[in-house]
């Protein structure tokens, strides 16, 4: 199944663009106070987002302080490189689209709820139930999510994720299988994209290469996509202390 894009180029084709790395420009920017860093890399807190990130990952050292950071035989996934050093295992890969705010429509949903800690237990089942990317107990952190009730249970869920400075990525877009089709999640991502621009952002996403259907939705609304992403589970060298003989 082809879906059909339009590119949103770099304001200059010359320079590497915030969002070609956009978790380091996030947890050097903006969530810094997020941060755990060794050096050349950093990695959000593993309560709060499983990803990490790398200054330049064409730069050896790089890797080498993203695997004192994370520890001997750790999984973790990183995005924006092309290929690992020796000693690294890639686990596991995907890819994906990065898209843009271009035209879309954002304004406030009146019946949308802003979620907090004391929600969490309920996004968590709705991101189990869902599946749409990663949520741990401190995600919410991250920044603002709004929620759907229906006679008091969530149905539908969306919120910010990363951050690199001048731009918010919307992230945790769902809906309960037994409300699709009433443009929930397209409510809520012109709400959680309103708030984004009202402190002078630009919405940005990610979805997997393979979702068309979110990819049509996603750029039907306004969104353009920037370009193709990479994302991978890498293993760190050496092994856990725990796994040692």
Known sequence: MSTSVHHATSPSPTEP???DNAAWAALTGPH???A?????????PTDVSPFAALEDPADPRAWDDLAALVGPG?????????AVPEGWEVEQAGEGVQLVDTALYAEPAPEAV???????PEILD???LTQPGPFLPRTIALGTYLGIRDHGQL???AGERLRPP????????????????RGLATRLVRAVAAGIRERGDIPFLHAAASNTDAIRLYESIGFTLRRRTRFALVRAPGRRPEEKA
């Open 17 to 19: 663009h915030i969002l």
């Open 32 to 34: 810094a106070h997020l």
């Open 36 to 44: 755990e860093r060794t050096g050349r890399a950093a990695r959000y």
């Open 74 to 82: 750790t999984v973790t996934p990183v995005t924006a490189f092309q």
């Open 114 to 120: 802003r979620l907090g800690p004391a929600d969490v």
């Open 126 to 128: 709705l991101i189990a």
């Open 155 to 157: 149905i539908a869920l």
């Open 166 to 181: 001048g731009w918010t990525e919307i992230s945790a877009v769902c809906t309960h299988p037994d409300h699709r089709g």
